[in-house]
């Protein structure tokens, strides 16, 4: 039976937007008239199995979505994509190129309470990736979409354009939304200190299998448009392998043990065949 809802914004999660003077934005939840959660909402779905872990096994959940973009000649005329940076990949004469862009960015971030992790060009033409701390899956999947927000409203004050599609052109590499997963126990990170493979406990170890036994399946829901299958394809970081490996890029799960020292705090799992295209709430839940 169809159900009428409406939206209702958490404005426990109000954000004064920095990138666009004058707004707010604060995620939503969909409720029916007759003030019920609605089925099809998936920011419930996924607080329900992050709580559902925490009260049948005791896991907590720590998420983050880098966010991969092209930045393109706000200029160029029609739908024409002409990239806005022509420095090589990963260099900083790209930084150089978009001038004052991305230190507006992250002072928008900052401001909106986002903690930025790394901002660096990509490999693509025009490409840049942003890194952000991670926290609960569902606030992980809402600063994903704020994130997103910030990028194109500060992009726009510099006259450019942006996009998060899988694929912007046919050939080359696109553009990824990898999901970090760890899972903790009792304020305990389980991908680390453990006696497992790469340091991972049990717990870590059964986690990361499951994962990979049902990858073909969920990439219905993490690679989820055609463009998203332009973008995977081998040798392209993409992580079109269904196979797991310690910082192996090839993968599609690769796991991070982190850096020395920090490895308690830092160790994680990335899940590689996901793209933007994705719905955040859900990529964020397998």
Request: include cysteine.
């Amino acid at each position: 039976m169809y159900k009428r809802q409406r939206l209702y914004p958490d404005l426990d999660q109000l954000v004064v937007l920095a990138g666009q003077p004058g707004w707010a934005w604060a995620p939503v939840d969909r409720i029916t008239q007759d003030g019920q959660r609605h089925p099809g909402c998936t920011r419930t779905f996924l607080r329900r199995i992050v709580t559902e872990a925490a009260e049948h096994h005791g896991l907590a959940f720590r998420a983050a979505i880098e966010i991969e973009w092209t930045v393109a000649r706000g200029d160029a005329p029609g739908d024409t994509f002409t990239p806005a940076t022509t420095g090589p990949a990963y260099g900083a004469a790209r930084q150089v190129e978009l001038g004052d862009y991305p230190a507006d960015l992250l002072a928008a971030c900052a401001a909106q309470g986002i903690d930025v992790e790394q901002l660096h060009p990509e490999y693509a033409a025009g490409q840049f990736e942003i890194s952000v701390g991670a926290v609960d899956p569902v606030a992980a999947a809402d600063r994903s979409v704020l994130v997103r927000q910030t990028v194109r409203a500060v992009a726009q004050r510099h006259g450019l354009r942006v996009s998060f599609a899988p694929a912007v052109v046919g050939q080359g590499v696109g553009n990824g939304g990898h999901v970090h997963l760890s899972a903790w126990r009792e304020g305990v990170n389980l991908h680390s200190g453990g006696e497992g493979r790469y340091g991972m406990r049990a717990e870590a170890e059964s986690f990361t299998a499951g994962l990979l036994a049902h990858l073909p399946g969920l990439t219905a829901v993490t690679a989820p448009s055609p463009a998203s299958y332009l973008r995977l394809r081998p040798s392209q970081w993409a992580g079109v392998f269904t196979a797991w490996g310690r910082e192996t890029r090839e993968t599609a799960l690769r796991v991070i043990t982190g850096t020395a020292g920090l490895r308690d705090q830092a160790a994680n799992l990335e899940i590689k065949p996901v793209d933007l295209a994705a719905n955040p709430y859900l990529a964020s839940a397998p």
